[in-house]
Nanobody, 126 residues
Framework: QVQLVESGGGLVQAGGSLRLSCAASGGTLSSYAMGWFRQAPGKEREFVAAISRSGGRTSYADSVKGRFTISRDNAKNTLYLQMNSLKPEDTAVYYC???????????????????WGQGTQVTVSS
């Protein structure tokens, strides 16, 4: 059973950048499709981005397209989220999530993820 630990959050000014990491242990990251989600205060958790097992297919929420990039290094058992041109509305706790998959190019629906990290806070000041 894989354990996920996020890092890289912090306080940044609007227009700045951050890179989040999600380290996996207890399992092989390459067996999992992975995603990033976020939850702002008083709001429901929302999908941000996802990547297939192979890394060959990605998906993004419209609100982050062109600004965020999801990637993975299966050799390092690590998932990344590069966030550029950050806006105050990007402020949230960011979670990585995984779903063990057979298919290497399929991205699960947001509701299908069943392994979650504890989250890392991202705060964007205006």
């Amino acid at each position: 059973q894989v354990q996920l630990v996020e890092s890289g959050g912090g306080l940044v000014q609007a227009g700045g950048s951050l890179r989040l990491s999600c380290a996996a242990s207890g399992g092989t990251l390459s067996s999992y499709a992975m995603g990033w989600f976020r939850q702002a205060p008083g709001k429901e958790r929302e999908f941000v981005a996802a990547i297939s097992r192979s890394g060959g297919r990605t998906s993004y929420a419209d609100s982050v397209k062109g600004r965020f990039t999801i990637s993975r290094d299966n050799a390092k058992n690590t998932l990344y989220l590069q966030m550029n041109s950050l806006k105050p509305e990007d402020t949230a706790v960011y979670y990585c999530a995984g779903k063990r998959m057979v298919a290497v190019t399929t991205i699960p629906a947001p509701s299908e993820y069943n392994y979650w990290g504890q989250g890392t806070q991202v705060t964007v000041s205006s």
